[in-house]
Each structure stands twice: as C-alpha cells, then as structure tokens.
C-alpha cells in the first residue's frame, strides 16, 4: 500500500512540474518580442514598460549591413509573439525566410509599411508603386518615429488587450517627449538650412530631410567608394569647405582616414544604433552644429 501511495504522488507530482513547465513555456513565448534594432527596443518598452522580454537580433557594436544571425538566436526567436522589422535593412532581407521558420506562429510587423520612404527610384505598376533602393534608416526621423510608435502599441494592445488603456498613456506620453525633441532640434539647426555634411555611410538620410540638410556619403550604393566617387567627395568638401566626416563605430575607418587627409580633416564617430535614442538624436545635432 505504502509503494502504490509513494508511485501515485511522485507521478501527480511529476505531472505538476511538467504541466507548470509547459505553462511556464506557453507564458515565455507570450512575453517575448524580437526587434531588429537597439533603438526599436527603446521604443518598445517606453510604451510597454517591463511587460515583455525584448530580443534585439543585431547586438551592440554589429552592423546591419552585414550582420549574420547566430544559431542560438534562432531559439529566443521561437519564444517571440511578434517580430518588429525595419523594414529595409539587408539583415532583414538576407534572413527573413529563416528567422520565419523558426517561429511559424510569430506575427511580422513591418514599421516601414505606410511611411514616407527615400528611395533610389520609384516604378508605377498600376495601383502600386515599386521602390528600389529605399533607405532604411527611418528611426534616425522624429516624424517616423512617431508613426512607428503608434503601430507598436497598436500591436502591444492587440497582445495584451487588458493593458491596452495603459500602452495609451505611455504612448502619448513618447508622443509628446518626440515633439518636444524635434522642437528642440529644428531650434539647433534653424541657421544651418541647406548646410551639407559628409558621411561614410548614409544614415542621416531621414534626418537631414527633417531638418533641412544635405547629406552626402563616401559609401556608394553599400559599396566601398571608387576612386572617381572619392574624387567628387574630395572635390565637394573642399569647394565647400568642409572639414568632417562622420562615420559609424561599427564601419572600418580606413577609407575615412583617406578621405580626411585628403581634404585636412577630420573624422567624427555618431551612432546612430544608440539605444538612448533621443539624447543621441540631440547630441548628433550638437555635434553638427559644433563643425559647420
């Protein structure tokens, strides 16, 4: 009697951790959010708090560009209720089938989807447009941010419709922090209308729109710059005399170093991934204003 006793409460036992497991498990992948990017993680929890776990795919110090997605990222990626994407950046494009694949039941929220894109050209096709060559670094823009952070917390609710009330709040309270911010910076910038400043790689692409400059980038077409192209670079910034280009941590520097000697300048690191995205935004703009 006494062995049929002990067999029946290790075996309730035994199914009660079981059963506290796979709910434990069920709750993990309920609370887990991927984002490409560390300035999208920023995003996220200013309007969800500490409600979900927020897997970010391109750590700090990566580029976008030219990240590879680690194997073990694909088991966080199993656990994710949705996917944030960009929308443009070639780390979506090159591994989207497979970071699919490892969560079939994941929603895909593109954050580019109904935005004002800057792109190399554009095709009508009927009720349709083609872009080719979009520029993805919209979350550089306080307008597209502000959209961006209105999907979010569309889809936060959607997730968690009890919380729903509360994502508001926090929303609206981003919403008004953005335009303090972009006050802030037209205010900075409204003498340097048209000014021109020269990068690497183009990540200011949307900031400059916003604010009335004229972005110009060593980088051609993702690719290492040609000789001709570092010509006309070289050529501009002496007609303009332009005495900086910026350039991201994450790109070699070498052909920057060129560049500045060329012209008798010198090289200034931004970081436009920086997850204190607003203070980063307001010290890009300090910086700029500090070399026109």
Known sequence: MKKLILIFTT????????????????????????????PEKTFVKRIAGDDFEVNVLIPPGASPAAYTLLPSQLKEIANSAIWFRMGYIGFEYSWKDKIEQANKNMKVVDLSEGLDLIADETEQHGDH????????????????V???????ANELTILNPEKGPEYK???????????????KIKNSLKDYQGKKIIVFHPSLT???????????????????????????????????????IYIQSEFDREHARVFAEEIGGEIIQISPLDPAWSDNLMEITQILVDNF
Request: glycine residues 4%.
């Open 146 to 152: 502000k959209k961006m952070a209105e999907r979010i």
């Open 206 to 244: 949307y900031y400059a729109r916003d604010y009335g400059l004229e972005q110009y980038s060593l980088e051609s077409g993702g690719k290492e710059p040609t000789p001709q192209h570092m010509k006309e670079v070289v050529d501009l910034a002496k007609k303009e005399n332009i005495k900086v």
């Open 11 to 38: 075996a309730v036992l035994l199914f009660s951790c079981s059963s506290s497991k796979k709910k434990s498990n069920e709750a993990e992948g309920k609370n887990v959010i991927t984002v490409s990017i560390l």
């Open 129 to 144: 447009v083609h872009m080719n060559g979009v520029d993805p670094h919209i979350w550089l823009s306080p307008a597209l």
């Open 169 to 183: 709040v926090n929303y609206l309270k981003f919403v008004k922090e953005i335009d303090q911010l972009n006050i």
